[in-house]
């Protein structure tokens, strides 16, 4: 149809440069898709849109007013995840439907979108909190093992920090696992000086196969392990490795800047006993292991500001700045105006209400925009238990990691303290304690 003033004109060919408005092929589609005549040949798909380095931080649950609503807001849902390009929408283990997006003025414009023009429904909202990442600091303290459930399997990883910018390099598709082997070989050793057994032995990125920033590496020695029986498991050990990448054991929020590499390796001789049921829960358990030996950390959205405001207001924007854990970078005059241009970087968690609360200081003369920037490690070590957290009070830096993992556990429906021994089998929790006892005598001498 062809939009004149308040009416549709219908056609039957419209030539390129024009909006056309297509009716009943939603319910196929995703977020793009290539339409065709079904008698073209040859017809090939439009490269899919991407928006490298766009990530979706902040969290919103939403559920029906009226329980028996709940599938209109699904629908609703999957309206709003098909008209936005960044916002996503999942279901959580605990149930609730979140919806995820780059910032509040989206996440705002979506709601409205789901209650008046999708749903129809009435929708209550939860407060909005930001994403986490799960990460690691140093290299695992023991290499982890793991056993299937059969026995007859055995997987030996070690975890430690990616290199630096590498991340970003695969999120921003500078790399791909697509291309051959030298290439791929080449690019590692220019670019992050690997050695040349290292790059040529990538197995997979996770969690996603594509743009995923974690690295599994295969680091065995053909003399020490049956590589011929290790390939016929890769495609379960990369398995248990993406689905260990995308719920991480501190809070089951995907990892972040972390290596893999498997160091040794046992595998069943027969088919039978090393199928995908015994091999990527044991894949998964091991990757669990490692990490959480690496002293795993939580990594937390942080925003790019930038604020325009005249001179006699930016002593106020410093404090509001200040008090949202924020700091600036740069401050320089705006040429030919009396305005200042303040830039600097806000965390997520603590962004809400920025504007509001930066317009309110400074009677409404400065103006803000944010955009997402990088992920930083919050400080503090989440898994400290000798840390005490007062209700009602602000955590001091220290034990920021662990409030906010604490918090993000009880909203999930998870117990607050991490399962160890859920992760480690008992051979593995047996060595921890030999390990630990053998550091013990060794401070104590």
Request: proline share 6%.
């Amino acid at each position: 149809a062809v939009a004149q003033a308040r009416y549709r004109v219908d056609v039957t060919h419209v030539p390129a440069g024009n909006w056309v408005l297509l009716e009943g092929v939603d319910a196929s589609i995703g977020k793009t898709a290539t339409i065709v005549d079904r008698k073209l040949e040859g017809a090939c798909v439009f490269k899919p849109l991407s928006y490298h380095g766009a990530t979706a931080p902040i969290k919103l649950a939403v559920e029906p007013l009226n329980p028996s609503e709940l599938p209109k807001m699904l629908h609703g849902l999957r309206c709003v995840s098909k008209s936005y390009p960044l916002v996503t929408t999942h279901v959580e283990e605990s149930g609730e439907h979140v919806l995820c997006g780059a910032g509040e003025l989206a996440l705002d414009c979506a709601m409205h979108d789901l209650r008046e023009m999708y749903g129809g429904v009435e929708v209550k909202v939860a407060d909005p909190v930001a994403a986490f990442r799960e990460t690691v600091t140093e290299t695992s303290s023991l290499k982890c093992f793991a056993e299937s459930a059969n026995k007859a399997n055995k997987l030996t990883v070690i975890a430690e920090p990616l290199d630096r910018g590498l991340a970003g390099d695969i999120e921003a598709g500078e790399v791909s696992l697509d291309w051959d082997r030298r290439t791929l070989s080449d690019f590692f050793q220019s670019k992050y000086d690997w050695d040349a057994l290292a790059a040529r032995s990538v197995w997979a990125f996770g969690p996603d196969a594509a743009t995923g920033p974690n690295v599994l590496l295969d680091d065995t020695l053909a003399g020490e392990v049956d590589k011929r029986a290790l390939r016929t498991v890769r495609d379960s050990i990369v398995q248990g490795f993406q689905w260990g990448c995308r719920e991480g054991p501190l809070c089951d929020e995907p990892l972040r800047d972390t290596k893999f590499r498997i160091m040794d390796a046992t595998i069943a001789g027969e088919p039978l006993l090393r199928g995908g049921g015994q091999v990527i829960p044991m894949a998964r358990r091991v990757v669990y292991s490692a990490f959480l030996l690496a002293g795993p950390r939580l990594m937390e959205p942080v925003n790019f500001v930038e604020i325009q405001a005249p001179a006699d207001a930016i002593e106020a924007v410093y404090s509001v700045l200040q008090r949202r854990r924020g700091h600036v970078v740069r401050e320089a005059p705006k040429a030919g105006s009396p305005f200042y241009t303040i830039e600097g970087y806000v965390p997520v968690m603590d962004s809400f209400g920025f504007e509001t609360d930066l317009r309110v200081h400074t009677q409404g003369l400065a103006f803000a925009v944010q955009v997402f920037d990088h992920w930083a490690v919050v400080p503090g070590d989440p898994l400290d238990k000798d840390i005490e957290l007062r209700p009602l009070e602000p955590s001091p830096p220290p034990a920021m990691a662990r409030d906010f993992m604490i918090k993000t556990r009880r909203r999930k429906g998870l117990s607050e303290e991490v399962s160890i021994g859920k992760f480690f089998d008992e051979e593995m929790l047996a060595e921890l304690a030999a390990a630990e006892a053998e550091l013990e005598a060794e401070l104590a001498a």
